[in-house]
């Protein structure tokens, strides 16, 4: 079992050692099949309401449970919107990265990205409401493959693989960004935070290759010994303290650093660095 989960991680890890192209190409398959199914499933969501079933779509409070539950069906759902702010750490990579881009284009992308990322969640859990129970959503051990097996068929077979893609899609994207991010391996080394080798880069692939191995090595070694669960609680606990603390940082620096150039402003021509 435990091999079968860190099968994905490692071939991820391959890729993006083997060719940044590779691994960029890959990303894009994935994510376009992962987009794919999730229009499969609010379609098939759609016909279900259609037909009536829209009884689960009923607000329910009163069994909310302890606050214990709760917050961990937060930090769930905060979980499965992580990743918003990868694109910042391949800025590096961009081609032709130039002032307007950085700028410009790229807060474009994330306020882009995100509205998006948030109607597909929606819709797909209407969608999985329309023909399950929430005690149903619970129970199942892959929702998506019940609501598969419930709506589509003979066509069931679409949303295994599609749990597939969707699951070495996230696997090779985070291989791509973990190995750049800024307080980890690559980023970090280049600061001298970090030991120097994790600051190499393959010169053949372009790709960090010591971070990208380093960062696979600890995936595997905390899904060897850890429970799924438990660490969904534990990274999203900490990786959210750390984006609030960021957040409140940048509103601290804006009152007291006024003058500072901030080229997400759109201002090439604010006053430089002090």
């Known amino acids: 079992m435990y091999l079968a989960v860190s099968l994905p991680t490692v071939l991820a890890a391959f890729i993006n050692c083997y060719n940044v192209k590779l691994a960029t190409r890959v990303q894009t398959f994935f994510t376009g099949a992962k987009l794919l199914a999730i229009v499969i499933i609010v379609i098939g969501g759609i016909y279900k309401i259609a037909e009536g079933h829209g009884e689960n779509l009923i607000p329910d409070f009163e069994k909310t449970g302890d606050i214990g539950n709760l917050a961990s069906a937060f930090y769930s759902g905060l979980w499965a919107y992580d990743g918003w702010n990868n694109m910042n750490f391949v800025t590096e990579e961009i081609e032709n990265p130039h002032v307007n881009f950085i700028s410009r284009n790229l807060p474009r992308a994330i306020m882009i990205a995100l509205p998006l990322v948030t109607l597909c969640y929606t819709l797909v ?27 589509l068929g003979k066509a069931a077979f679409i949303m295994p693989l599609a749990v597939a893609f969707s699951t070495f899609g996230a696997a090779n994207g985070s291989a791509f960004t973990i190995g750049r991010l800024v307080l980890m391996s690559y980023a ?21 290759s010591p971070a990208i191995v380093f960062n696979a090595i600890l995936a595997v070694t905390m899904i060897m010994t850890g429970d799924i669960r438990n660490l969904i609680d534990f990274v999203s606990f900490t990786t959210w303290i750390f984006y609030g603390l960021s957040m409140v940082s940048l509103m601290i ?8 150039r901030r080229p997400y402003k759109g201002d090439a021509q604010q006053v430089p660095n002090k």
Request: net charge positive; glycine share 4%; hydrophobic share 45%.
């Open 125 to 151: 859990n209407i969608a999985y409401l329309s023909v399950m129970t929430p005690a149903e959503i619970i129970a199942s051990k892959a929702v998506a493959v019940t609501f598969g097996e419930r709506v």
């Open 188 to 208: 970090a080394a280049k600061e001298g935070h970090m030991v120097d080798v994790l600051a190499y880069v393959n010169v053949k692939s372009l790709s960090p």
């Open 253 to 260: 620096m804006r009152r007291t650093k006024k003058d500072t």
